[in-house]
């Protein structure tokens, strides 16, 4: 199959399985249908339309960081009604969308943001609902980057100051106070923080009760891990164990967000080999992927496998699997056992999350196809960048 489809579709190439995203998706709607749950995507994960639009079709809510991302939701058919809106640094002109759109919820920041969207809120003659993203303070193992529930991270509202703001929001006439909210990062591998997390949200939901101010729903934020290498992978029945029962006489919808954890594994990205070369002794595969195709390894250290599609008879090497743009930094991979010739196909697993968004046009390289296949069928969901794409947007001075 991978032969046909690189033929096809050309390569670098992103590959996504449909079925394997509604598998995934199903998996976390499963372990919490016993109780008032919604699974709000995480947009930012993979935001190509079709991707969103197996989702929509699947009943899920969204969780967005922008107004580009809404609108590829809305495009998508999905329920504006179920997007919860995140992100520090909302601005005017995506506020008033999501309102207009009818959205369910911002996630809220700030004691700034509660004002700005009460604001806006007023100038469309409307009542904005919302919930306060809370930061717990609560370490993770995970790459620095990828860690946003820490005091010294920009995201949320310190739990110290949660309530002040509540009763602060309570008081603005445009806001409707629904929900509360946290994240604490990414490629979590266990499920205690969240269950560390969520008894500290639900002892703030207490303390709001003696103050009148009610809670319906709590969003527990997603970076539920996936395994590139030697991760552990993420155990949702455990997950489900320990948050169901917290859950237990409380009249409380849960929000879920996972991004990753639906789409990682349902994607490859496939590239050629362009050559091979040996330099003072160590082996490079020099492959049409680069950087700007795959930003992960480069920008956090991130592990793919990289699997031959063909397995070639003979004496595997260890190279470092490196792409043609100019960067030291341009690599797929080091140190992997592969035995490999001009034009062989490889495959780069579990790209299917923060692959494709993440890429750009760095040495005015177009962008690669996205490809989505059911069962035996192909899809061509995002053609292929022409040269002539680089330059649609941009002016020459006149002569």
Known sequence: MWNELAQQYGTPCYVYDKKLIEKNWTAFFHTFESIPHQICYAVK????????????????GFDIVSGGELARVLKAGGDPKK????????????????????????????QFELGQINQLAKSVGMVAPIALRINPDIPIKSHRYIATGLKENKFGI??????????YAKNLPHLSIVGIACHLGSQIQDAEPYL?????LLGLVDELAKKN??????????????????EQSFDLHK????????????????????????????????????????????NFVIVDAAMNDLIRPALYEAYHDIV??????GEEKEYDVVGPVCETGDFLGHHRKLCVEK??????????????????????????AEVMVDGEKSYLVRARETLENLWENEICLPE
């Open 213 to 230: 101010i009610r809670i319906t729903q709590c969003d527990i934020g997603g970076g539920y891990s996936v395994k590139y290498h030697d």
């Open 196 to 200: 560390i997390a969520l008894k500290k």
């Open 308 to 313: 031959p599609c063909n397995k070639r008879k």
């Open 45 to 60: 994960a993979n935001s190509n339309l079709a991707v969103l639009q197996v989702l929509a079709k699947l009943g899920s």
């Open 239 to 282: 997950l489900g164990k320990v948050i169901l029962p917290e859950f237990k006489n409380r009249n409380l919808k849960l929000l879920v967000e996972p991004g990753r954890a639906i789409v990682a594994d349902s994607g490859v990205l496939l590239t050629k080999v362009i050559s091979t070369k040996v330099q003072s002794g160590k």
């Open 343 to 368: 034009n062989d196909l490889l495959m780069i697993m579990n790209t299917g999350a923060y692959g494709f968004v993440m890429s750009s046009n760095y040495n005015s390289r177009p962008r690669c």
């Open 158 to 167: 310190p739990i110290e100051e949660a309530l002040f703001l509540y009763l």
């Open 83 to 110: 997007i919860v809106f995140s992100g520090v640094g909302k601005q005017d002109h995506e506020i008033l969308s999501a309102l207009k759109a009818g959205i369910g919820c911002f996630n809220v920041e700030s």
